[in-house]
């Protein structure tokens, strides 16, 4: 198992005086094609300093072997440069690797579309743990901290609790600093959004549904399928709360985006008692995704 399960149980006491090892191994890629008549070598310097970054920087006292580190991914498309500012939208994937298999589940599937930030060619990327060093730093260290904080909390009930406080903390400099995609209420899928989705009281049980989903579901169902499934059936009520909830939550749109296609490949190998269930739950909260959702309910992928 993961070297997360058993750490975990023990980080709070711990994290004082564990080894502190790199956690991510992220690819990184910047897309510039929209940008003409400028130097593209700003680019090719950023995604360098972006990726030794994510790969070079500790961001918590866990201890993390060459191979268990969390695969990770960074994109970021470039769709204004003025010289002095950045603009464009950053989509972020992270996955972790199911029990017993050579499978591997994606936890993260997220498109920000609120990037906005100044960079100098060749200005150095500091990591500081208490501070805002600037818009960029603070961007980085909150999806390093969202990748983080879901996937151990996929390993142990609401075990990412260290890196949400640390989000939190992101959140409340980087909302001061005013800077555009952190501000409460500016829309209902920004930074500040995606925070408050798995935080808030209301819709919280969004990271209850991420251990319950992978540790009690995903993971069982090598050593047995149907008491897998059963279980994953059982966590997409804590979907159908938090649609009563706020049905707007961003909350609803990741996992749709990270899980609609497991599910299909999940339950199109179920009972029709099982499918019609996670039918019944999912059309409700997805009515668009009907191509999807049929697949389920007729237990076919074509």
């Not at 920000?112 to 100098?120: E, I, L, S, T």
Request: proline fraction near 2%.
């Amino acid at each position: 198992m993961n070297i997360r399960v058993i750490f975990i149980s023990t980080f709070l006491l711990l994290c004082g005086i564990c080894a502190k090892a790199q956690e991510l191994n992220c690819s990184v890629e910047i897309n510039s094609d929209k940008i003409q008549g400028t130097n593209k070598s700003i680019f090719e310097t950023l995604q360098g300093a972006i990726n030794d970054y994510y790969n070079t920087t500790t961001f918590t006292n866990a201890e993390f072997a060459a191979n268990e580190k969390i695969e990770c991914r960074f994109f970021l498309t470039v769709n204004e440069y003025d010289g002095e500012r950045i603009r464009g939208d950053i989509q972020i994937q992270s996955s972790r690797p199911v029990y017993n298999s050579n499978y591997t589940t994606t936890l993260i599937n997220f498109r920000d579309q609120k990037v906005d930030f100044a960079y100098q060619e060749g200005e150095p990327i500091v990591f500081t743990e208490n501070t805002m060093e600037n818009q960029l730093t603070a961007i980085l260290n909150f999806y390093a901290y969202l990748i983080l904080a879901v996937d151990f909390d996929s390993f142990s009930p609401r075990g990412g609790q260290p890196f949400w406080d640390r989000l939190g903390s992101i959140v409340q400099m980087a909302q001061s600093s005013g800077e555009p995609g952190w501000r409460q209420f500016e829309d209902n899928k920004n930074r500040s959004a995606v925070y408050s989705a798995y935080t808030g009281q209301a819709t919280s049980m969004l990271r209850d549904l991420l251990y319950e989903y992978h540790l009690k579901g995903l993971d069982q169902m090598t050593v047995s399928p149907d008491k897998g499934r059963a279980q994953i059936t059982k966590s997409l009520e804590h979907l159908s709360k938090v649609y009563q909830s706020d049905a707007m939550s961003v909350g609803l749109s990741m996992f749709k985006d990270a899980k609609l296609d497991e599910l299909v490949n999940i339950y199109t190998k179920s009972s029709q008692t099982e499918r019609d269930n996670a039918y019944e739950i999912l059309s409700k909260l997805y009515p668009t995704e009907h191509d999807r959702l049929n697949k389920i309910k007729k237990g076919k992928l074509d």
